[in-house]
């Protein structure tokens, strides 16, 4: 894997000599890689397949893209551009939940984006912007901006995650609410056999919500809420 210099590959383009026009663009490089990830996965991209989808030469992108890492940091960096910025409401945990739904959506909808994620090694304009935003959903908490900007991360984080779980589940056939439908049918039997005092125990005070298969969509929220709000609290002096 090549180290990325963030301050390269931000740099604006620098401006082409005259004569010909370029027949395409960084964008339209971009564009390809990600139509190619989002209908055959990461694996499946390459700069040959890019260079097909857009109809030029192979070596001919490397003047645009020096190699595949760098193009994927720009993929992630055009995709997190689709989530809108969201405007401070004066509740940060409300206004984080409605980011964390939005970056669900984003994941599902790009099923590639979390093992971007996972080795992206710069944030580009776009992840800047959301970062700013970030901030500003959490002016009102009295926190270290260092802390604040953990919190983000961390619940960016627990989105991938928690979407990673899904994406698994969806690959082997079945839903997320079926998955944890038949976890919560094993964990019923297992509380019940007489093995497990503290399962049972626990089971027990939980009734008949121990049973009743979890929505994904308010789990989801239940799990990102209870995370924002240990995250947020101010540390007890």
């Known amino acids: ?7 390269v590959l931000w740099a604006p383009p620098a401006p082409r000599r005259l004569g010909r026009p370029a027949a395409y663009s960084r964008e339209a490089i971009v564009a390809a890689a990600i139509a190619i990830a989002d209908a055959d996965g990461l694996p499946a991209l390459s700069m040959r397949r890019v260079a097909g989808e857009i109809g030029a030469g192979t070596m001919s992108l490397y003047s645009h893209v020096p190699d595949k890492e760098h193009l994927i940091e720009l993929m ?5 551009a689709e989530a809108t910025q969201i405007p401070p409401s004066g509740d940060p945990i409300d ?3 409605h980011y964390a739904r939005q970056q669900r ?7 590639w984006l979390t093992a971007a994620l996972a080795v992206r ?18 002016a009102p908490v009295d926190l270290p901006p260092s802390s604040k900007m953990e919190a983000f991360a961390l619940l960016t984080g627990f989105v991938s995650t928690y979407v990673g779980y899904e994406l698994a589940q969806s690959e082997m056939g079945r839903s997320t609410a079926e998955a944890q439908a038949a976890q919560a049918a094993y964990l019923t039997g297992a ?11 626990a089971f027990a005070a939980m009734g008949a919500a121990a049973q009743a298969p979890p929505d994904p969509e308010e789990t989801f929220e239940r799990l990102a809420r209870r995370i924002l709000a240990g995250l947020l609290t101010p540390p007890e002096l």
């Open 191 to 201: 509380a019940t056999s007489g093995h497990y005092p503290h399962l049972t125990a």
């Open 76 to 80: 992630v960096d055009a995709v997190i």
């Open 121 to 138: 090694q710069t944030l580009g304009p776009n992840g800047l912007t959301t970062l700013d935003n970030a901030l500003a959903l959490l």
């Open 1 to 7: 894997m090549s180290l990325i210099d963030p301050t």
């Open 105 to 111: 959506a984003l994941f599902l909808g790009h099923r």
């Open 95 to 97: 206004d984080l939940v």
